[in-house]
């Protein structure tokens, strides 16, 4: 391995290795004091001063100067321009994405229900979607398209009445990938502005930006520190970290593909984490030299060799069921079971976002475009949080309509209860509709 690349091996045999993985897993995302201050500072100014403070902001950070929240928003047409700008292909992949994306997500509509007990009680739960919902889309460094078609989508097959956009444009460059995936996907409004004084606008609503109910989408520190503390007023999707992968790999992968699965997510940024786990040791010889052999071809070279170097790791185990032990502690975002029998080892896996199974299903498959949202819990989450999905832009109310006979026998129930709790009122409340 090269003096610039030390990426940690590990041996399950080894008497202090759960100690070890603890410390390769260890991340903390305290956020920084001087963020939480200044994300404290800007939503404290929008939420009082509206569209000014949005447009000191925007002119501050993103160097965008505009007299009018109005200028700052793109018309419908704008979109559809950008859409036709793009080449055929990437325009056609965008199309076809999109379709997978909806068809997977059509499956997860939750629809009311009803039943009615014997006595005429009419017990249900009714199913209605979010009224508004805001997606925030970075637009600093990388442009991601896939997210908005992540994000919009599902808002969309849920039924959700408006979806409102932001995304900065630093310097006043749009990103015209961006704004197709918007067109696409059915994106009612988009606002060019970002940071945390776009999720401020959102949470609080403006004197042009109206409150949502609810806030998706991925960001930077100030981003993530304002979806936190708005959380309350407005929903949230999650709070996520650096990007995972953990690869369980039988010894039966080309090398190279793995090696090369490993730098996908190694290459979002220096924090994100990759880790292979296999029980033939020679394979993890074969994957470290593929490591080694492939990074120098790497237009992010840096950020992969930084990332492997602080958070990666090789794991040696006994055998796949101990892997997905291993598995199961770590809880990972993106799991690839690169095995012979993928179906065999699936049910010992109960805690991961998104499971690729078998050779060919590589995670950047699930990025773009196989269907499943690649909105998933990281940092340990997926042990009790899901991916993604159109139930988190429905909300569910219990219904409970109750006959003349199921008030008699309900009431002496909750009666009996209410008074042992101590609550008369309660009590009295149920006891009225009995004589009735």
């Given at each position: ?29 305290a ?25 000191e ?7 965008l ?9 793109l ?24 379709e ?12 009311s ?61 749009q ?58 007023i ?12 953990l ?14 699965d490993?730098?996908?997510q ?39 060799a ?13 055998d ?50 196989a269907?499943?949202?690649h ?18 832009f ?34 009295r ?8």
């Amino acid at each position: 391995m090269s003096a610039s690349l030390r990426i940690t091996r590990l041996d399950t045999a080894a008497p202090d290795f759960s100690r070890q993985l603890d410390r390769l897993l260890a991340f903390s995302d305290a956020t920084d004091t001087a963020v939480q201050s200044a994300v404290q500072d800007i939503l404290a100014a929008v939420r009082s001063r509206g569209d000014a403070a949005v447009l000191e902001y925007t002119a501050r950070f993103d160097r965008l100067q505009a007299t009018s929240m109005a200028a700052l928003e793109l018309s419908p047409s704008r979109l559809a321009q950008a859409q036709q700008a793009l080449p055929l292909r990437l325009e056609r992949a965008l199309r076809e994405a999109a379709e997978r994306i909806r068809i997977y997500h059509e499956k997860q509509l939750q629809h009311s229900w009803t039943y009615t007990e014997a006595d005429g009680t009419l017990l249900g739960q009714q199913v209605t979607p979010l009224d508004r919902v805001g997606l925030y889309v970075p637009g600093g460094k990388a442009a991601y398209p896939s997210s908005v078609l992540m994000n919009a989508i599902p808002a969309k097959v849920a039924g959700v009445r408006e979806l409102i956009m932001v995304v900065p444009t630093p310097d006043g460059v749009q990103n015209d990938l961006v704004l197709a995936a918007a067109a696409i996907a059915g994106v009612d409004r988009v606002f060019t502005v970002g940071g945390a004084q776009a999720v401020a606008a959102l949470a609080y609503g403006t004197e042009t930006v109206p409150q949502v109910d609810k806030i998706v989408g991925p960001g930077n520190a100030y981003v993530a520190e304002a979806k936190r503390r708005v959380y309350g007023i407005v929903g949230i999707d999650m709070i996520a970290g650096p990007s995972e992968i953990l690869v369980i790999c039988d010894g039966g992968t080309h090398p190279d593909w793995i090696a090369m699965d490993l730098f996908s997510q190694a290459e979002h940024d220096e924090l994100a984490q990759s880790i292979l786990v296999s029980p033939d040791a020679a394979y993890l010889d074969a994957v470290e030299a593929s490591i080694e052999r492939l990074l120098p071809t790497m237009p992010r070279q840096a950020v992969i060799a930084q990332s492997l170097s602080g958070r990666g790791g090789l794991i040696l185990c006994r055998d796949l069921a101990e892997a997905a032990d291993i598995a199961n502690r770590i809880a990972p975002e993106h799991l690839e079971l690169s095995v012979a029998d993928p179906q065999a080892l699936l049910p010992r896996i109960r805690h991961a976002g998104a499971i690729f199974m078998g050779r060919n299903a590589c995670e950047a498959l699930g990025d773009y475009c196989a269907g499943p949202n690649h909105v998933l819990p990281t940092a340990r989450t997926a042990r009790f949080s899901s991916p993604l999905g159109v139930y988190d832009f429905q909300k569910r109310s219990s219904l409970i309509q109750v006959s003349p006979a199921g008030a008699r026998t309900l009431g002496e129930l909750a009666a009996a209860l209410a008074y042992g709790e101590g609550l008369q009122a309660h009590g009295r409340s149920a006891e009225y509709r009995m004589a009735e």
